[in-house]
């Protein structure tokens, strides 16, 4: 695998415990702006604004690239992490989310390091794979 591949998927993991609360701060962003449109217009005549605020709010959450890029990452990382064997995800867990180092996963484990690189590289190429990423 490619060394920058391999640095892409391990930052994804790494911001994988985050996924939530950045989807979350992303909606509350959309759904209360910080900047408010105020038609200037004080003549009479309509609005260029539609009047339904609700379904305006929500197109623009279905429609933001940035949240719908974040789920996209968060689906495919739980869904590849729920094909992997319990061994390797506890090494994914382990070694992504709670920062351990291998040579430690390792000795909880009962195992080598090099069993655990090899799961944790193969879990790599998988997830690569569900991302269409080159390899």
Do not use: W
């Amino acid at each position: 695998m490619r060394r920058c591949t391999k640095n892409y998927l391990e930052g994804m993991l790494k911001l994988y415990p985050e996924y939530v609360k950045m989807i979350g701060n992303k909606e509350a962003s959309i759904m209360n702006p910080d900047e408010i449109y105020i038609d200037q217009n004080i003549g009479g005549g309509r609005s260029s604004l539609v009047g339904r605020p609700t379904e305006r709010k929500v197109m623009s959450i279905l429609e933001d690239e940035d949240l719908n890029a974040i789920k996209h990452h968060k689906s495919v990382i739980e869904r590849t992490l729920k094909n992997a064997d319990t061994i390797t995800f506890g090494i994914v867990e382990a070694h992504y989310f709670n920062d351990t180092k291998i040579d430690i996963i390792a000795q909880e484990l009962e195992t080598t390091p090099d069993l655990c690189n090899k799961l944790r590289k193969r879990f790599l190429e998988e997830l690569a794979t569900e991302f269409r990423l080159i390899k």
